[in-house]
């Protein structure tokens, strides 16, 4: 019912909500569960109103915005690109690297691929790009802000998933390191290649040399540096929680944006608009998606997803691959929002009864679900740079460019499978802590002699005269 609502093109929002009401309707009829069983919608309702870790999304977003507009994006283009001109694919290695510095700052694709798209795609057509690799590079770039935090997505998964956002943010460092170097490797390989596709700038257009040139770049990286402390450097710090580390990005932004004279009442209140319409977009989609995984778990649907999963060939890993199978060709209909709402709820349970790292399985779907914003036919960041790119650039030539960019977000996603530490070594934290064996000790403890024949303690520990186990009421 839900894929021919979608594919008529009624709101995913109004879809999610009206099938869990109608069949609802139906499974009382049939008797799954009584009409009480719906009273939990409200209580459901208001707990995502009232959920203080969604308030990152409009701060992120606000912040995003404000950025895209306050020249933070020209400078840094134009500092790196002057750094790296000489060497072919120059300009490409800067929209590599800004790209990065932009998503450890915005949190969002759209700002991120307009605004380089708008900077130095005119540049790379000027001084002879490929106009497909031109094309791919800034939408690839942009969607490195997908997994490096403050990723909104990693916001809205460790929300569904129930995990802490610090490590979710942790457990991207890897990934996101991984992937900026198989952006840089591929832009290398290239300019050996084919080095005629991505040439140097010429001598004439590199008009910055010694210090100029570094103060040009310092001028962009160290408030850009400052903004990051504010936003990721208080979160692993343990000083702020992410809505609070949002709240202060996004007064950071408002302040860099006034430190480069652009803070007027019009970018606010564009920004104020923006904010509002996604923030608005989110919530409904959060509540339908609400309504449908309630009258979807009142008729066992957790329980029938959990038994296929569970019985996959391969166990864990049949389980892995199929879901990132099965995630990646949603993607081509679904953007990562209704993803994170509709399908990761009913993943949960199979994760934890096949002894899934959480995190671990959170950073990967982030990992495979930023391939939404580049492939056909809904790819958001082809939207983004097909609504600014020039009239003289071929639609095909965006949608070619992106191919080879998604195949190295897929790699990076086998990565990520085949090597888990590459999440998990960055959460550090002490020993692993069994829950049966806790519990089985304070059993013990309560209960002498249930551990061994004689013995009124715990096994390894020296024998504590305790006197009576209290009595519990």
């Keep these: 019912g839900l894929i021919v609502f979608l594919l008529v093109g009624f709101p995913v929002a109004f879809s999610l909500a009206a099938l869990g009401l109608f069949f609802g309707v139906i499974a009382i009829e049939l008797g799954y569960f009584s009409v009480s069983f719906l009273q939990a919608l409200p209580y459901r309702v208001f707990g995502i109103m009232s959920n203080e870790l969604l308030l990152a999304i409009p701060f992120f977003t606000f912040m995003g915005v404000i950025l895209e507009r306050s020249g933070l994006a020209e400078d840094l283009l134009d500092g790196t690109g002057q750094l790296f001109g000489a060497v072919p694919g120059g300009l490409a290695y800067a929209v590599i690297f800004v790209g990065a510095i932009l998503g450890a700052i915005t949190g969002t694709v759209a ?36 997994v490096i935090p403050p990723s909104l997505v990693l916001v809205v998964l460790a929300d569904q998933l129930g995990v802490s956002v610090g490590d979710m943010y942790l457990g991207a460092i890897g990934p996101s390191f991984l992937q900026l170097f198989l952006f840089v490797l ?44 504010l936003v990721l450097g208080t979160i692993f710090m343990g000083l702020a929680t992410p809505t609070e580390a949002g709240a202060m990005g996004a007064v950071g932004a408002m302040a860099l944006a006034a430190l480069r004279r652009r803070l007027t009442w019009t970018l606010t209140w564009d920004a104020m608009d923006s904010t509002m319409r996604i923030t608005a977009m989110v919530m ?45 060709f949603l993607a081509f209909f679904l953007d990562f929002f209704e993803i994170a709402f509709i399908v990761v709820p009913m993943l949960v349970p199979v994760a934890k009864a096949l002894d899934v790292n959480l995190v671990w399985f959170g950073v990967l779907l982030c990992v495979n679900m930023q391939t939404s914003f580049m ?35 897929l790699i990076l996603v086998g990565i990520v499978i085949a090597w888990p530490e590459s999440v998990t070594y960055w959460l550090g934290g002490g020993a692993e802590v069994d829950p ?31 006197g009576e186990p209290p009595k519990i009421q």
């Design 284 to 328: 409904f989609i959060l509540i339908g998606a609400t309504v449908f995984s309630l009258v979807f778990q009142g008729v066992n649907g957790g329980k029938w997803i959990e038994h296929i999963l569970s019985d996959l060939p391969g166990g864990r890993a049949g389980f892995l691959i199929f879901i990132n199978l099965f995630v990646f």
């Design 111 to 146: 700002a991120s691929v307009i605004a380089m798209g708008m900077i130095s795609l005119p540049v790379m057509m000027r001084y002879g790009y490929d106009m497909r690799i031109a094309t791919g590079v800034i939408a690839a770039s942009g969607t490195i802000t997908q």
């Design 375 to 409: 492939h056909p036919p809904f790819g958001f960041a082809l939207f983004y740079l097909r609504g600014i790119a020039p009239k003289e650039v071929k639609s095909s030539d965006i949608y070619w460019g992106s191919i080879p960019w998604i195949v190295l977000q």
């Design 186 to 229: 591929f832009i290398a390989g290239v300019a050996v290649v084919r080095p005629g596709k991505m040439p140097p700038l010429p001598p004439e257009a590199r008009t910055l040399k010694g210090w100029p040139l570094i103060g040009k770049v310092l001028w962009g990286m160290v408030p850009s540096i400052v903004l990051i402390f």
């Design 436 to 466: 049966a064996e806790v519990q089985r000790k304070l059993d013990n403890l309560l209960s002498p002699g249930l551990d061994q024949p004689g013995g009124g303690g715990m096994p390894g520990l020296p024998d504590l005269n305790l």
